[in-house]
């Protein structure tokens, strides 16, 4: 493990901290004004028990969110973040995470929050 987001991790409980990232990050940007979004509603149950919630909230950001991101382009980039990641599990998420396996899930999502928002200050910078 490193500190900053390694995109070559295969562990399951840390891809799935990734992609419960990613889709707060759709929601957010779909739904800019959301009240409680997927990580004040569904964190805790999907860092617990990931096969069982994150099946139910990738669909709700096919059918809710992505669709409304009027952007084809940004649309795009996270459909396709999305299908990298879960392209590395190499099986269905894990249905029970142990406290070892919740801390990874942590680690993936923080270190995936982390990147976005390192790259919206680069490209804050470069304007």
Not at 62 to 78: A, M, S, T, V
């Given at each position: 493990?490193?500190?900053?987001?390694?995109?070559?991790?295969?562990?399951?409980a840390?891809?799935?901290?990734?992609?419960?990232?990613?889709?707060?990050?759709i929601?957010?940007?779909?739904?800019?004004?959301?009240?409680?979004?997927?990580?004040?509603r569904?964190?805790?149950?999907?860092?617990?028990?990931?096969?069982?919630?994150?099946?139910?909230?990738?669909?709700?950001?096919?059918?809710?969110?992505?669709?409304?991101?009027?952007?084809?382009?940004?649309?795009?980039?996270?459909?396709?973040?999305?299908?990298?990641?879960?392209?590395?599990?190499?099986?269905?998420?894990?249905?029970?995470?142990?406290l070892?396996?919740?801390?990874?899930?942590?680690?993936?999502?923080?270190?995936?929050?982390?990147?976005?928002?390192?790259?919206?200050?680069?490209?804050?910078?470069?304007?």
């Amino acid at each position: 493990m490193t500190e900053k987001l390694n995109t070559e991790i295969d562990n399951p409980a840390y891809l799935c901290g990734r992609i419960m990232a990613l889709l707060a990050d759709i929601q957010q940007v779909a739904m800019p004004n959301v009240g409680a979004g997927v990580i004040q509603r569904y964190y805790g149950a999907a860092s617990a028990t990931p096969g069982l919630v994150l099946g139910r909230l990738v669909r709700l950001a096919q059918i809710g969110h992505l669709p409304k991101i009027e952007n084809d382009n940004l649309r795009y980039w996270f459909e396709k973040q999305m299908a990298q990641i879960w392209q590395r599990l190499d099986a269905a998420p894990p249905a029970v995470l142990d406290l070892e396996g919740q801390t990874l899930f942590a680690m993936g999502y923080y270190q995936q929050k982390a990147q976005r928002y390192q790259k919206s200050e680069e490209k804050e910078n470069n304007n």
